[in-house]
């Protein structure tokens, strides 16, 4: 990962990170939301994992990025950081970006790897538009297909940044 990126959060941070995305699982329990894109079901200590690693992740970006983060709970059409950036994470160190037909063409996506406690890596970044071209076109799950962009075809976080 040459453009990779480590961003060590303190402790609360990470808590506070998690109790967003407490509060975002809560909230489609409560109102009986699905997962956006056919999302596959999976257990419920699933769910609230995914919830709390994409908040962390989301906070880790907004940290090196010294932009807000949207702590947003219910409303899902606010970028996730500033006025443009949306974060995708994944917990696989091979791991895709995944960018969906809907998703704004204009937006900078950054992809984020949850597996070192309480350190995120920013592998990399692209926009919307970039993202969305047939050669990342993929159904890696049925009934969900989206672009599935590789890391080594993403921006170095440091350009990002500067």
């Known amino acids: 990962m040459k453009s990779a990126v480590r961003v060590v959060l303190r402790e609360d941070d990470l808590k506070h990170a998690a109790s967003i995305g407490f509060r975002r699982q809560m909230e489609n329990l409560c109102n009986g939301l699905s997962h956006r894109?056919?999302?596959?079901?999976?257990?419920?200590?699933?769910?609230?994992?995914?919830?709390?690693?994409a908040a962390i992740a989301e906070k880790a970006v907004a940290v090196y990025l010294?932009?807000?983060?949207?702590?947003?709970?219910?409303?899902?059409?606010v970028s996730d950081v500033g006025s443009h950036v949306e974060v995708r994470s994944t917990d696989k160190p091979d791991g895709c970006l995944i960018v969906h037909e809907t998703d704004r063409s204009g937006a900078v996506f950054v992809l984020v790897i949850n597996n070192e406690g309480n350190t995120r890596v920013l592998?990399?970044?692209?926009?919307?538009?970039?993202?969305?071209?047939?050669?990342?076109?993929?159904?890696?799950?049925?009934g969900r297909p989206a672009y599935f962009v590789p890391q080594d075809e993403l921006h170095d976080m440091r350009e990002l940044k500067a």
């Open 37 to 53: 894109f056919n999302f596959p079901r999976h257990n419920a200590s699933v769910a609230w994992g995914y919830h709390i690693e």
């Open 66 to 77: 010294e932009l807000p983060w949207n702590e947003r709970v219910g409303d899902i059409g």
């Open 123 to 142: 592998v990399g970044w692209i926009c919307g538009y970039e993202a969305k071209r047939s050669q990342f076109w993929q159904e890696k799950c049925i």
